[in-house]
């Protein structure tokens, strides 16, 4: 793995907690995590190379991470990024989101980074919220840079049937121009309920 959380100097944790204890607070906290996902590793393996970046719970503390941390297109192929809510790991075996299922967008590369930005600022502004059925909530979002497209997967926490068909609207809103301008329609939008092997990443 090109990019490793345990490089973080002292001054630059520092620096990501003394902003995020300056600035306004957001519903809930969110942590960073970085991996690179093998076929065929066990849950054991797969949770070894899992490793957490930082966890913030302020606007101010999101922009001093997301500003220090490599570029998603900068990260090997098939690694991943993965915001959380709070501090979970991206794990199906989560029982808060083992229930859940993901929607996933394919982008082209000269997009992902702009849509990357644009839909984590979306969900830790809760703005999925007025699309999601009571009791469902967004728990993670996930970019990991293919050999062709990029990967870019939304995780609902309880895949209630009413967020699935509305989550399909409000990220194609997120990643058009009629949300914000200039950002193009994804080559790809589709429901994918969760389904996964043990020790398989959340999206």
């Known amino acids: 793995m090109a990019f490793s959380p345990s490089n973080f100097s002292p001054a630059t944790i520092n620096k990501f907690s003394s902003q995020d204890s300056l600035g306004v607070p957001l519903q809930t906290s ?25 966890t913030f719970s302020t606007v101010q503390g999101f922009w001093s991470v997301f500003n220090h941390i490599p570029a998603c297109h900068d990260l090997p192929i098939r690694s991943y990024y993965h915001l959380m809510r709070e501090e979970r ?8 989101i083992s229930k859940g299922g993901t929607w996933r967008l394919k982008c082209y590369k000269k997009d992902t ?17 007025s699309s999601l059925a009571p009791g469902d909530n967004i728990a993670g ?52 309920p969760q389904q996964m092997d043990t020790g398989s990443t959340m999206p």
């Open 113 to 129: 980074v702009r849509v990357w930005k644009e839909l984590l600022l979306a969900a830790i502004g809760e703005q999925f919220d």
């Open 30 to 54: 969110w942590t960073f995590w970085v991996d690179k996902a093998n076929k065929g590793s066990t849950a054991a393996e797969y949770t070894a190379s899992l490793k957490k970046i930082y």
């Open 141 to 192: 979002l996930s970019v990991s840079p293919r050999p062709r497209d990029d990967l870019i997967q939304d995780g609902l926490s309880a895949a209630i049937m009413e967020s699935l068909n509305n989550a399909a609207t409000a990220l194609s809103k997120t990643t058009e121009a009629g949300n914000f301008v200039g950002l193009p329609q994804p080559t790809m939008l589709t429901s994918q």
């Open 89 to 96: 790991q991206p794990l199906w075996e989560d029982p808060v």
